[in-house]
């Protein structure tokens, strides 16, 4: 535990004591939203991005250490352990390294080189290995027998035997395996007759380009493409020189050094292995690292746009009417009141084929003066704009005197998939399906979080090749993400659904259920401390659970903040101190002026703790979302038709992706701002501009309507600079593109270049 600690800490930037401390509160079944927000004394004040990090590498080191034990107890019982081998596999720190070396003691079926072995053949592999003077052939005259009739099948057996003891050296795969790590070539070919049916995968056709330097999401493409049986994969050096280094670092194994007879066959031994043997591992534990470097990557894009998104501002609690847009089967209305209770559904129909627009105005308007609506939350499916505009229009019959609610396009992904859930239909039993979405949409407009968690996380759609990675890590992923924002936001305890509880620390699906049941039958509750009485709900969950869950006007001020009712003694001498009743306190930034920190620390609670209490007093149950804000869509821009090169529009960040983000500007398709476009400066990961759920100003710069692709810039320059330089850069790719192709097919098809900036929407949109 203590090498596991140290090796924890050195990778987060931390001491091993910290390290030990949090390991501990783990094992015990502290959640890390707990461990981060309440146990800062404890850990150092480790965050909770450091400690996702410390869990998922604990599980890592702690499954290396019982592989670790499992190969030394399997080589102790084969009594072929030595103190130089035990000591390299205690220093092999990656499951990789640990199965080099276990290499030639695990257990395998029949070989060649054991044939060889058991024809007396291994004597002769060292004496060609020990004296360099003597011709291999001459040596083989004497280890002929009936079962090796000639010099050539006794030289094949001893080339047998060398190439398992190559293939079996853990140092030369080492090597090796840093050698193409460097400089493999990923090489993607299409599959004679599948260029019609894999056309979406044209980009990989004919592909080269470096494996260390391949981003996820074209791996994830060409990987994809290859499971779909369009493209042929290989990972190898350049064939001209590259192939050649890499059998010479196998041929520095068998120590040549001269040019006798010898060397000469052990040379072609070294090539041979390489070309037969080695090179088919390296490309399978390459192709193996490529697709678990390009998975963590792709689901650490989808768990930070799904944290983006979570964190989008809420509207607030807010009268809403939801609209589910439709053409032939109408517009889906569903009110919601304050609390996100329905309190109204109806369907309208003012397109084709009824045209009822007279109908569907008047019905919006009577909904809004029934129920006093502040909010119109019109979902971004097909007809959104044009159920934006029928909105709009209605709007502007109101009386003047009326205040009209805000119209907002709110993004529906997801809201079938719930529609049709068990889960829905256990909220909604009387409610049509249909009409369930719109309720979804009005609910997610008001407050995101409490909606959206109620949504298998695949199906919101912010990710990329979701359906191409390891389905549990992105599962695990995810959670690890939704609990994380629900315990960052905290939860209403009298409103919250039991999805939403579910995801506070220390509950879960069925605490969840118990509190909403308890809740139903004994009213609100009054103070965290009633939690107590909710079925199955003992002091350890209470522990976990309590600080995240707020009580609006209770019994208890601090339960509406998040102040842990353990450190309620030391809120009240805070409170004491300053001479006010708590209630005058709470929200009043200049209420604890005077006061330090310091002189409320003891045994039990330490600066950190007293810190937060003192924050907690002066903001109690701050949000730390964004406050309201929502994207403007241009009049008469409804369809991509309508777009020109030049023009500046306000629009929604959909979803971020390695190579730009997608921006709904409200013409049913959403736009492309390429990564070279997003700022005036060089950006290595989009992340560090924009954020899903963000609304942003674009200029469109490239329409192809055909293809249903926008491209869009944020530059100031609004991407003439790039425009004039994608010409050049035209120009010169296709220039160079034919030299390549020369070049390629001189070198039987190796390392085509990638192609210029003017490829990129192209590519990219492939990839969405």
């Known amino acids: 535990m203590d090498r596991i600690a140290r090796t924890i800490a050195t990778e987060i930037n931390a001491r091993p004591d910290q390290v030990g401390a949090a390991v501990k509160l783990l094992d015990e079944g502290a959640t890390v939203p707990f461990v981060a927000r309440y146990r800062k004394e404890a850990t150092g004040g480790l965050d909770d991005t450091q400690l996702r990090t410390l869990s998922e590498r604990l599980t890592y080191l702690r499954e290396l250490d019982a592989r670790r034990t499992t190969i030394l107890n399997s080589i102790k019982d084969q009594g072929k352990l030595t103190d130089d081998l035990a000591k390299s596999i205690a220093l092999a720190d990656t499951k990789a390294q640990l199965e080099d070396i276990y290499l030639p003691y695990k257990p395998k079926r029949r070989t060649k080189a054991m044939i060889a ?64 790590q460097r400089e493999a070539l990923l090489t993607s070919k299409v599959i004679d007759g599948k260029q019609q049916d894999g056309a979406k995968f044209s980009d990989y056709f004919d592909h080269s380009e470096l494996w260390a330097k391949t981003p996820s999401h074209r791996a ?38 001269t040019d006798s007879t010898a060397d000469t066959w052990l040379r072609k031994v070294a090539g041979w292995t390489w070309r037969v043997k080695l090179s088919l591992t390296m490309m399978v ?26 964190f989008s501002a809420p509207a607030g609690a807010r009268p809403t009417l939801g609209l589910d847009p439709g053409i032939r089967t109408g517009v889906k209305a569903a009110v919601v009141d304050a609390t996100g209770k329905v309190v109204a559904t109806e369907t309208i129909y003012p397109f084709q084929p009824k045209n009822d627009l007279r109908g569907a105005q008047a019905t919006i308007l009577r909904l809004i003066a029934q129920h006093g609506i502040e909010l119109v939350a019109i979902g971004n499916g097909t007809a959104s704009r044009e159920t934006e505009k029928l909105v709009g229009d209605t709007l ?9 609610p805000t ?23 009387d409610l049509d399906v249909s009409l369930r979405g719109a309720v979804s949409i009005a609910r997610r407009l008001q407050d995101p979080l409490a909606e959206l968690v109620k949504i298998e996380p695949k199906s919101i759609g912010v990710g990329q090749y979701q359906h191409d990675v390891d389905q549990y890590k992105l599962s695990q992923s995810l959670a690890s993400v939704i609990e994380d924002v629900v315990n960052a936001v905290g939860v209403d305890l009298n409103t ?66 998040s102040v842990h009712p ?35 620390v003891n045994d039990s609670f330490g600066l950190p703790t007293v810190q937060d209490i003192f924050s907690e007093l002066e903001k109690p149950g701050r949000d730390p979302r964004p406050h309201f804000k929502t994207a403007s869509f241009a009049d008469g821009v409804e369809e991509i038709s309508d777009l020109k090169p030049g023009m500046t529009l306000e629009g929604t960040v959909t979803n971020v992706a390695a190579f730009g983000a997608f921006v709904d500007i409200g013409v049913h398709q959403d736009g492309l701002v390429h990564i070279s476009q997003l700022a005036d400066r060089f950006v290595k990961d989009p992340h560090d501009v924009v954020k899903t759920g963000q609304v942003v100003k674009v200029r469109v710069v490239e329409v192809d309507a055909p293809r249903k692709r926008i491209g869009l810039t944020m530059r100031k320059d609004g991407g003439i600079e790039t425009r004039q330089k994608r010409v050049q850069s035209s120009d010169q790719s296709r220039q160079s593109h034919t030299k390549q192709k020369e070049t390629q097919r001189a070198k039987n098809g190796n390392n085509a270049q990638q192609g210029a900036l003017a490829d990129a929407l192209k590519s990219a949109f492939k990839k969405q």
């Open 117 to 180: 072995r058991e024809n007396g053949l291994e004597p002769l592999a060292n004496a060609i290995l020990a004296d360099r003077s003597v011709d291999p052939d001459t040596l083989a005259q004497s280890y002929l027998s009936e079962a090796v009739p000639t010099s050539k099948d006794a030289l094949n057996g001893a080339r047998d035997i060398v190439t398992e003891r190559l293939t079996e050296n853990a140092t030369l795969l080492g090597e090796l395996r840093s050698f193409m």
């Open 220 to 257: 994830l493409a060409m990987l994809r493409a290859s499971k779909e049986g369009i493209v042929t994969l290989d990972i190898a050096p350049d064939p001209e020189t590259g192939a050649a280094r890499a059998e010479a670092i196998v041929a520095s194994h068998l120590l040549t050094r």
């Open 285 to 310: 534990d390459l192709m193996a690292d490529l697709r678990s470097r390009a998975q963590d990557e792709a689901i650490s894009v989808f768990s930070r746009n799904l944290k983006d998104l979570l």
């Open 396 to 404: 502007r019959d109101l009386p003047k005197t009326v205040t009209p």
């Open 407 to 429: 119209k907002v396009v709110v993004s529906e992904a997801g809201a079938s998939v719930y529609s049709a859930s068990e889960l829905a239909a256990r909220e909604f039993p």
């Open 496 to 561: 919250a659904s039991a999805p939403l509880l579910s995801h506070v620390s220390g509950l879960g699906p069925g605490l969840a259920e118990s509190i909403v049941l308890h809740r139903d039958m004994n009213g609100a509750f009054q103070s965290r401390a009633e939690l107590l009485k909710v079925a199955r709900l003992g002091p350890r969950a209470f522990e976990q659970c309590a600080g995240f869950l707020r009580i609006r006007d209770g019994a208890e001020p601090l339960d509406a903040s």
């Open 566 to 600: 353990e450190a309620y003694s030391v809120a009240r001498r805070v409170v004491a101190a300053c001479g006010l009743d708590i209630r005058q306190i709470l929200g009043d930034e200049g209420a604890l002026k005077g006061l330090r920190a310091e002189q409320f």
